[in-house]
């Protein structure tokens, strides 16, 4: 209740016209004359007034009412160029061991607190369950059919978190080892998730060139 009678002195017309009809009441009384209009018709127009005045406060109390809170974080994902899965197969032998994801990204925190972001799952299509709770991996080569790859190092996160500040982005990469995936394309496209603490999440879909 009393938000809403504050709502309704916010606007400051009404105020005025109110503060003037009681002026014009006073002087009317203290002179012995009565001024144009008449009382009848400074009183419904006074009415008026303030029934237009809480209207506006109600429709204003609403919207912000369902207006949605801000929260702490709010994350989006921004794809960058290069993004790679190597398949990895050890010399001397045919079948592939292990996939090396490497996401080429920019993390970015709308939200006013820091995000902590410690939760990375990855769906891959054509294959029926997430890969979920991913730890950030780190290489500086793998092997493949053809040749031992060198990979970007310095820009790779390493570690099981990701910190990015409020109104900030994080650029670099985040690569994942899975298990070997029966994979026959020269392309493959698959869902990067990631989840901080306070429970924000983005997701964003890559279509990852195959190497190996």
Known sequence: MRSYVQA????????????ILVLTDVVERVLGTWLLPSSRTKIAFGLTALVIAQYRAYKRLL????????????????????????????MGTTLPTRNYFEFHLVVQN???????IRKFDLEVEGMPSRYENLEPTRRNHIQTRTAQMMLQFASTLAGGFLVVPAHNVWSG?????????????????CTLIVTDANDSSAKHAFNLRVVG
Not at 74 to 79: A, P, T
Not at 110 to 116: I, N, Y
């Open 173 to 189: 990469m985040l690569a994942f080892e899975i298990g070997a995936l029966p994979i026959n394309s020269q392309e493959i496209r």
């Open 63 to 90: 919207r912000q009412s369902h207006a949605p809170a801000q929260r702490p974080t709010e994350l989006e994902i921004h794809e960058e160029r290069g993004s790679t899965l190597y398949v990895e197969t050890p």
């Open 8 to 19: 309704v002195l916010r606007e400051w017309w009404v105020v005025v016209i109110e503060l």
């Open 110 to 116: 709308k939200g006013p607190q820091t995000s902590v």
